[in-house]
């Protein structure tokens, strides 16, 4: 492998998505160019995040200096962004962001076939403290680009096209797969690129970490409880578990995807369907946890099966490496 300092070859994230769609005799370089919107989108949120603790001490990123707007604003800018730039990319019908309410239907004259569920700017409750925060998407196709409606979004995750995660942490990177295993790409500040760092990403088969908001604890059902307890109070001969737990979906997932282990959203007795939102939360990351060796579980069945029948329901969600996994469903089965 090449030091980086020394890296003559750019395999950038457009070279290399140009590269996987050549594949494909009926390619015409829509997805390309659609990839490349959300890139773009993805560097915008990059760099206001890297800016927000300065602008708040300045007094720049908002009109008033009320405490609390700059978290608001990087929420609501960022949603802006994705919009806009999805929108003049030509290449989409019909876009879902966790921060708009209603399904949002591209005019004719700016359609192409592609459907974008995500997550503009997830993990808001760790923006003003500077820690690691990200955007999250799914990409779908439409039937048919005169005809869109709301309901084209209600797919289930295993018609994921794509899907992704940018994370805005110590290094900005990107998370992509396009149905043939994950790749993983870090943002170059000097040159403005997203650079192939982490090829064919694999989740380890078994995990040495959970990762779960244990303060819930007192509302779960059996079977996340056993599981827990295992984890700290494992069988004769194996060892304890680590936790950990940032409460950002994206940092705690991409840890998972690369160290191994388990990430769960459980359903309780105070919300029977979990917290994390299916089409932009959910789906995405259990369909890179599956293109990356591991499995994703809802308590009740595989989550890219889930048909959702709003745009913003919720499913509880176990996800990660194949072992973990495993453990989980048996867990379920015995407690029927
Ligand atoms: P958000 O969309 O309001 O940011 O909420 C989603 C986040 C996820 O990133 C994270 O996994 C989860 O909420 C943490 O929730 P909790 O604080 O209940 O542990
Ligand atoms: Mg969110």
């Known amino acids: 492998h090449q030091a980086d300092a020394n890296r003559t070859d750019l395999m950038t994230i457009t070279r290399f998505v140009l590269n996987e769609q050549s594949k494909y005799a009926e390619s015409r370089g829509d997805f390309t160019i659609l990839i490349n919107h959300i890139v773009l989108g993805c560097k915008f949120v990059c760099s206001s995040v890297n800016k927000a603790g300065l602008a708040k001490i300045l007094g720049l990123a908002g009109d008033t200096n ?30 879902v962001s966790e921060e708009v309410e209603d399904a949002i239907i591209v005019p004719p004259a700016q359609r192409g076939k592609y459907i974008v569920v995500f997550d503009p700017l997830d993990g808001s409750s760790n923006i003003d403290c500077g820690v690691s925060i990200g955007t999250i998407f799914g990409i779908y196709t439409v039937k048919d680009t005169a005809e869109v409606s709301v309901e084209d979004a209600l797919q289930p995750g295993s018609s994921l096209v794509a899907a992704g995660y940018c994370m805005y942490g110590s290094s ?42 244990e303060g819930n604890a007192k509302n779960w059902d059996e079977p996340t409880a056993k599981y827990v307890e295992n984890c700290k109070f494992p069988q004769e001969g194996s060892a304890p578990k680590s936790l950990r737990y940032i409460g950002s979906m994206v940092a705690d997932v991409h840890r998972t995807l690369l160290y191994g282990g388990i990430f769960m959203y ?31 579980f809802t308590g009740k069945q595989r989550a890219l099966d889930l048909v959702p029948k ?18 989980i469903k048996e867990l379920y089965a015995e407690s029927k």
């Open 66 to 95: 009320v405490q609390g707007e700059e978290q608001k604003k990087l929420d609501v800018i960022s949603n802006e962004v994705f919009v806009k730039a999805l929108i003049s990319s030509g290449r989409t019908c019909l876009l």
């Open 310 to 327: 709003k745009i913003h329901d919720r499913s509880p969600i176990f996800l990660g490496s194949y072992d973990e996994i495993e453990h």
């Open 172 to 213: 900005c990177t990107f998370v992509l797969s396009t149905g043939n295993g994950v790749n993983g790409f870090t943002l170059d500040p000097s040159l403005g690129e997203f650079i192939l760092t982490h090829p064919n990403i694999k989740i380890p088969k078994k995990g040495k970490i959970y990762s779960v908001n």
């Open 266 to 296: 459980p359903a309780d007795k105070k919300s029977p369907n979990g917290k994390l939102r299916v089409l932009y939360e959910v789906f995405p990351m259990s369909y890179l946890m599956e293109q990356a060796g591991g499995q994703a």
